[in-house]
């Protein structure tokens, strides 16, 4: 008498994917949307890793494709990657930019500072700024509290990202130069785009 086989139910398979970032602020804001109890399940699969800031440009691409390598080996490979990093006057932030888009990694990034993507959560702002100093002082006018990497920066502006998305698409179609690479752009930020496909991922 021959047994029927039993099949068991497979769990679907989260996305895998890799988050790289250039400071804590960085990192804390994506740590806590990952985690986030609305998200949490469906983006188990997410890392978030902080390299070293300041150097955007080739050296950066080669240390995140060896971070997929050794993924790979041990691993399933990432779905997706991407790279969070920022304007913050770096000479090589344009090399590395295309460096990155030409190997398939995705990239949000800043100007001048990742913080232009906490403003605009607030108002629409065309304002250039050349140093971090003084972007905060413009967000703190909106977030009084704001600390730079001090505090859960997602749960406290969660409410407000439909007018975040709002702001930074506003601000994308009014650069004042579009042929601009986008690495010149300030102020300019994407960062709305990794958000809005992460939470797409949790809320699925």
Do not use: C
Request: net charge positive; hydrophobic share 35%.
């Amino acid at each position: 008498m021959t047994r029927k086989k039993k099949w068991k139910r497979s769990l679907p398979r989260r996305p895998h994917i890799l988050i790289v970032v250039e400071g804590q602020t960085e990192k804390g804001y994506f740590h806590h949307l990952v985690n986030a109890p609305d998200y949490q399940i469906s983006l188990s699969g997410v890392k978030v890793t902080i390299i070293i800031k300041n150097q955007a440009s080739k050296k950066v691409v080669q240390e995140i494709l060896k971070m997929m390598a050794r993924t790979e080996r041990i691993e399933r490979p990432y779905s997706q990657v991407w790279w969070v990093f920022d304007h913050d006057n770096n000479p090589n932030r344009k090399e590395g930019y295309d460096e990155a888009r030409k190997v398939g990694i995705r990239i949000a990034f800043s100007a001048f500072a990742f913080e232009q993507w906490y403003l605009l959560h607030f108002v629409k702002s065309a304002k250039a700024f050349s140093e971090i100093g003084s972007l905060i002082k413009a967000l703190q006018k909106h977030f009084p509290d704001y600390q730079k990497a001090k505090q859960n920066d997602f749960e406290n502006l969660k409410d407000k990202l439909e007018i975040a998305y709002k702001n930074t698409a506003w601000l994308r179609d009014n650069l004042e130069d579009k042929t601009l690479h986008i690495t010149e752009q300030n102020p300019y930020t994407d960062v709305d785009v990794l958000v809005q496909n992460l939470i797409d991922i949790g809320e699925s």
